[in-house]
């Protein structure tokens, strides 16, 4: 496999579970759980485009809309589910003081219940959509051709986390959400409202979810019930190997992550390549012992909650 | 009266920290609570604004109880808290911590004023304004702090130890700013370790013990008892 | 009797005599579905005693016991599975395990007792951490330890199943399974190394200045707790005859989860009535899913309703009822001084 090929296979694999890891990070900080149920999310976005039956072809539904409208109303749909688990779920548990545990349970209660509920309507069995075809087609890049759909996904991570690092360093909402990771109980203490703050990360989380639903979608074209799960996997690894509680740590843990998966996978002899999700899921493990604060995390000097 | 505390009672877990502390707070005083550490001034202080839920006891502010009330709401209401340590986000900049303050009374663009008054207040704010904000020292560290509480326009502002590890010349200079804000109609609510600075600013004095309250007078009484540090302090000398 | 840091002296002694009750009901009414279901409930009841062990006792949640259930539940596969085509279907066992076939009992404590030696030598890592990375860490094990399974193909068939198992379980030897964790689980309890490992759950700096040490507890604990719970793992696997990775992967996690967290995660009654309670709105709603006759019309409700009922099941009860149903009760006796 050419180099470039390669290279560009590795960052788009690295891109979503950046994206992922992100999503999860962003709760994280603010919550100090991590979000089992993210990739559900996801995968809500990815069976919105077509229409609920139990029938084993699924007609597309906002699937065959227009590209910008149905790139907008994924993306809204999943921030609002994004914010409706908060409400209903997480916010409940939060005003009763539930402890760290209480919380994790949940988002994996959470996660449960979105794929029980979309198993409930759509049935197990997986169903194919076809969004965005144009993306399939290859393109050339010195001289080698790749294919469309992972430079936009390079592409599209790339523009988005350009627009996450000027919200959360120029638009006072970022800030306060920033402030929030690092010192939740003194953000309040300034004004900053809880119940505001969350909303929005799970907002903007979601709509992260669903901009990653539509590009993994795009590549590869079937629905299951179960898709979230691998990328919530990765983007947990990702999360807690980079650095939980850092932003920049979990985007780059969950780079790192796709980017080591996709470059082990194509060369690691074959006997040996079984073993490469079991050596990166220990990872996290390994970072627990031996850097708890993540391998990418800055050094942390700002206040403890 | 602006603050009124009665029989309050917080504790951590099953323990105690406060267990029947009343006091209260007029309008355009300076209110200082002294006592060693432990005492439980500090709990007292984060009951007041918010962040520890008393197992009894009502706080009133401006006559309504606030008891139950989140801290933000408590902010909104316009109580501020400078608490121990200072917490300040280290991890962003001088700017953004103001930013994030702005946010309770209409952000940035509406606070020219203040910012004015805090500039001039603390001139080493606008100089490291975009520089990390957990690269200042201990003194500029509470210079911010006190800054973002004025962003939040309180009526009543707690300050919980401002001098603590601080060099005397900051301490100076944080204690002509609470002068500055007594004049400006700015409440204070002080807790110190040091007699003496409690006694150079402050109307009245609350000592605090083992999470009660063992005397209160005005400074001007309470002046001449040199006996009070070794009594209610520990008998740390006077700083 | 609430339970504190010194339950009453025997916990739960309580449980096996009404359970042994309720089987000998259930035997006698005669109907093949509910014994069935009783079983299946036993089954899941050893996981959850055993679950319990280390959850109950330290706080700490685990996410991955369920790999405990995957290693036992094969190795005792690899002991007792399909005499003669055991080499087909796994070929890269050892020669002395694709010739020795072992009674199933002793096969079972082999295989539980090479679940908790994994668990040993991850715990030796994991019980170091603190509350929220452990149970980090035990969801990453789930993860390894799936994968591992999933990919080497030559002794555990892969994605595929693995059938012929030994037929073994039946309502009494799940009963004297149960009835078995129940008394380990209590014994722990009551000992030393149990009172040690609440204290730390109850308040860990006095715990510490006390002269516990909480990662050797939790250890101690993370070791039994997996024994128990491949006991369970090995036991619905010789329920159900076949065997296959995925079986023992996010379901049961879930549910064995929610079993102790709807009864109660602090107290080993709580596993139990957990256990029972889950299990019986599940027969309820598998019932209803089958669809049933009433008068002229089929009552059915539709398949898949069964795990939406389960995960807002626990949500609500982790919303309103932390505590689970039991909340710190135990069901014991105080034996006379």
Redesign the interface.
Same mark, same amino acid.
């Given at each position: 496999m050419n180099g470039i090929q390669l290279m560009v296979d590795a960052l788009s694999l690295g891109s979503q579970y950046a994206l992922v890891a992100l999503g999860i990070g962003l709760v994280f900080g603010i919550m @100090?759980m991590?979000n089992f149920a993210h990739g559900d999310l996801m995968m809500l976005g990815a069976y919105a485009l077509v229409v609920p039956t139990t029938a084993d072809v699924a007609p597309p539904l906002i699937g065959k809309w227009p590209a910008v409208a149905m790139i907008v109303a994924i993306t809204a749909l999943v921030a609002c589910a994004g914010i409706l688990t908060e409400r209903f779920?997480f916010r409940?548990?939060r005003h @009763?003081q539930?402890d760290?545990?209480?919380l994790?349970?949940?988002s994996?209660?959470?996660s449960?219940?979105l794929?029980?509920?979309v +198993?409930?309507v759509h049935?197990g069995r997986p169903k194919s959509v076809s969004i965005f075809a144009e993306l399939t087609r290859q393109m050339e890049i010195g001289g080698v051709r790749v294919a469309l759909v992972d430079v936009v996904t390079i592409a599209v991570t790339a523009l988005l986390l350009l627009a996450m690092v000027v919200f959360l360093r120029r638009v006072r909402w970022g800030v306060e959400i920033r402030a929030a990771s690092e010192d939740f109980t003194m953000a309040r203490i300034l004004g900053v409202r809880a119940d505001a703050v969350i909303a929005l990360a799970f907002a903007i989380a979601g709509g992260l979810a669903g901009i990653l639903s539509l590009l993994y979608v795009a590549k590869t074209g079937v629905l299951d019930f179960r898709m979230g799960?691998p990328l919530a996997?990765a983007g947990?690894?990702g999360t807690?190997v980079g650095g939980m509680g850092s932003l920049i740590g979990a985007v780059l843990g969950g780079l790192f992550l796709g980017v080591a998966s996709s470059l082990l996978q194509a060369l690691l002899p074959e006997a040996l390549r079984?073993?490469r999700?079991?050596f990166l899921?220990?990872l996290?493990?390994v970072v627990?012992?031996v850097r708890?604060q993540g391998l990418f995390a800055p050094r942390d000097t700002g206040e403890r909650t | 009266m602006l603050l009124a505390v009665e029989n309050l009672e917080v504790r951590y877990?099953t323990v105690p920290a406060v267990r029947d502390v009343s006091f209260h707070v007029e309008t355009g005083e300076i209110v200082c609570f002294l006592g060693a550490n432990g005492a439980g001034k500090s709990t007292t202080m984060l009951a007041v604004a918010g962040v520890l839920r008393p197992a009894r006891g009502d706080i009133q502010f401006d006559s309504r109880s606030i008891v139950g009330l989140t801290p933000e709401q408590v902010a909104a209401l316009g109580i501020g808290l400078v608490p121990e340590g200072r917490r300040i986000f280290g991890r962003l900049t001088v700017r953004e911590n103001l930013v994030v303050a702005s946010g309770l009374r209409g952000g940035m663009a509406a606070q020219k004023q203040t910012l004015d008054v805090i500039f001039n207040l603390f001139p080493i704010l606008r100089e490291r304004y975009d520089g990390r904000a957990g690269n200042l020292s201990g003194g500029e560290q509470q210079q911010l702090a006190i800054a973002r509480a004025l962003l939040t326009k309180p009526r009543l502002l707690i300050m919980d130890e401002p001098s603590l590890g601080l060099a005397p010349k900051f301490v100076d200079l944080v204690y002509e700013t609470f002068a500055a804000l007594r004049d400006s109609g700015v409440t204070l609510l002080l807790v110190e370790q040091s007699m003496r600075r409690a006694l150079s600013l402050a109307d009245r004095i609350y000592f605090l013990q083992s999470g009660q309250v063992v005397l209160h007078g005005r400074a001007a009484e309470l002046a001449g008892r040199s006996d009070l540090e070794h009594l209610y302090l520990g008998g740390a000398a006077a700083r | 009797m609430k339970v504190g840091l010194s339950p009453p002296t025997l916990p739960a002694a309580g449980l096996i005599p009404l359970l042994g009750l309720l089987c000998v009901v259930v035997h006698l009414i005669g109907n093949q579905l509910v014994e069935g279901a009783l079983t299946e409930a036993l089954v899941y009841m050893v996981m959850v005693v055993g679950l319990s062990v280390f959850v109950s006792n330290s706080?700490?949640?685990s996410?991955g016991h369920v790999s405990f259930a995957l290693i036992g539940a094969y190795a005792s596969a690899w002991q007792t599975c399909c005499p003669g085509l055991r080499g087909v279907f796994m070929p890269g066992l050892p020669k002395i395990v694709l010739d020795t076939n072992v009674p199933v009992i002793p096969a079972a404590l082999i295989a539980a007792l090479l679940a908790a030696v994994v668990a040993a030598v991850?715990g030796v890592?994991?019980a @170091?951490?603190d509350? !929220?990375?452990a149970?980090?860490?035990l +969801?990453?094990?789930l993860?390894?330890v799936k994968?591992?399974y999933?990919?080497?193909t030559s002794i555990t068939a892969g994605q595929g199943s693995l059938a012929g198992l030994p037929l073994y379980v039946s309502l009494w030897t799940a009963l004297a399974w149960a009835a078995v964790a129940i008394v380990v689980a209590q014994f722990y309890m009551i000992s030393a190394h149990g009172l040690r490992l609440r204290a730390t759950r109850e308040?860990y700096a006095a715990a510490r200045a006390a002269g516990i040490l909480p990662w050797r507890e939790r250890l101690i604990a993370l070791v039994i707790s997996a024994f128990l719970f491949a006991i369970g793992g090995i036991l619905f696997g010789h329920y159900l005859g076949t065997l296959a990775v995925s079986i023992y992967w996010?379901d049961m996690t879930?549910l064995t989860?929610?079993m102790l967290?709807v009864g109660g995660m602090r107290s080993l009654t709580g596993a139990v009535v957990g256990t029972l309670a889950i299990s019986t709105v599940r027969e309820l709603l598998r019932a209803l899913e089958r669809g049933f006759d009433f008068g002229a019309t089929t009552i059915q409700i539709?398949?898949?309703?069964q795990? !939406?009922a389960?995960?807002?099941a626990?949500?609500l009860v982790?919303?309103f009822r932390?505590q689970g149903i039991v909340g710190d009760y135990e069901l014991g006796v105080s034996l006379p001084r």
């Open positions: @100090r991590i779920a409940p548990l @009763r539930a760290g545990a209480t994790l349970i949940s994996f209660a959470v449960y219940l794929q029980s509920v +198993l409930l049935t799960v996997v947990f690894v807690v079984p073993g999700d079991a899921y220990s996290v493990i627990l012992l708890p | 877990g | 706080g700490i949640i996410f991850a890592a994991i @170091r951490l509350a !929220v990375a149970s980090i860490a +969801l990453s094990l993860f390894v994968t591992i999933e990919n080497w308040d996010l879930f989860l929610a967290v539709p398949q898949g309703t795990e !939406v389960l995960a807002l626990l949500l982790l919303i932390p």
